[in-house]
T-cell receptor, first 111, second 116 residues
Framework: GEDVEQSLFLSVREGDSSVINCTYT??????LYWYKQEPGAGLQLLTY?????DMKQDQRLTVLLNKKDKHLSLRIADTQTGDSAIYFC???????????FGTGTRLTVIP | EAGVAQSPRYKIIEKRQSVAFWCNPI?????LYWYQQILGQGPKLLIQ????????DSQLPKDRFSAERLKGVDSTLKIQPAKLEDSAVYLC??????????????FGQGTRLTVV
């Protein structure tokens, strides 16, 4: 099976950039996602990247993929207090139908 | 567009009791998933349906968990009997087709189960 690892906590000051990291074990992972979970809410898809890409930018979000190191990161520019949440990295392997989620990183934005 | 609806939002039961959760996916979504999210962990897939057929239930503890999706729309997940370690948030998600490139799965708010 796939192991997806994330650091548990990250604190940043409002206006700074946040970088949330994720590592995975299966090199056949083809689709890689970032989800956001706010308290008491379900998961919201933020962005995704295909394994043949190494970067994707979407407004304040930048996803970087290093396939060689099996490392995925999410950069949030100009972090706001509304960005405080738990961020999950998730991957799908070739031929599989479901997401493998990481443990989640709790982002706290300090005003 | 209405989202994925789940009920109840919260449930507290004693161990060895039974419990059922209900999910109404987004209209027209063929694929439905049940995930278990234990506190401090990421969600783990329990079962995936395509219409009313099971695609993957390899992680479902079948001695106590069961799920069905009658008529390929609503779904129920049942635990009988519950154990303390079943305390978790149970998330339902749906997507138009099986997850893959450019296919977003939409999640419900979840049912928080506490077994005491």
């Amino acid at each position: 099976g796939e192991d997806v690892e994330q650091s548990l906590f990250l604190s940043v000051r409002e206006g700074d950039s946040s970088v949330i990291n994720c590592t995975y074990t299966d090199s056949s992972s083809t689709y890689l996602y970032w989800y956001k979970q706010e308290p008491g809410a379900g998961l919201q898809l933020l962005t995704y990247i295909f394994s043949n890409m190494d970067m994707k930018q979407d407004q304040r979000l930048t996803v970087l993929l290093n396939k060689k190191d099996k490392h995925l990161s999410l950069r949030i520019a100009d972090t706001q207090t509304g960005d405080s949440a738990i961020y999950f990295c998730a991957v799908i392997q070739t031929g599989a139908n479901n997401l493998f989620f990481g443990t989640g990183t709790r982002l706290t934005v300090i005003p | 567009e209405a989202g994925v609806a789940q009920s109840p939002r919260y449930k507290i039961i004693e161990k060895r009791q039974s419990v059922a959760f209900w999910c109404n996916p987004i209209s027209g979504h063929a694929t439905l998933y049940w995930y278990q999210q234990i506190l401090g962990q990421g969600p783990k897939l329990l079962i995936q349906f395509q219409n009313n057929g099971v695609v993957d239930d390899s992680q479902l503890p079948k001695d106590r968990f069961s799920a069905e999706r009658l008529k390929g729309v609503d779904s129920t997940l049942k635990i009988q009997p519950a154990k303390l370690e079943d305390s978790a948030v149970y998330l339902c998600a749906s997507s138009l087709v099986a997850q893959g490139w450019n296919t977003e799965a939409f999640f419900g708010q979840g049912t928080r189960l506490t077994v005491v």
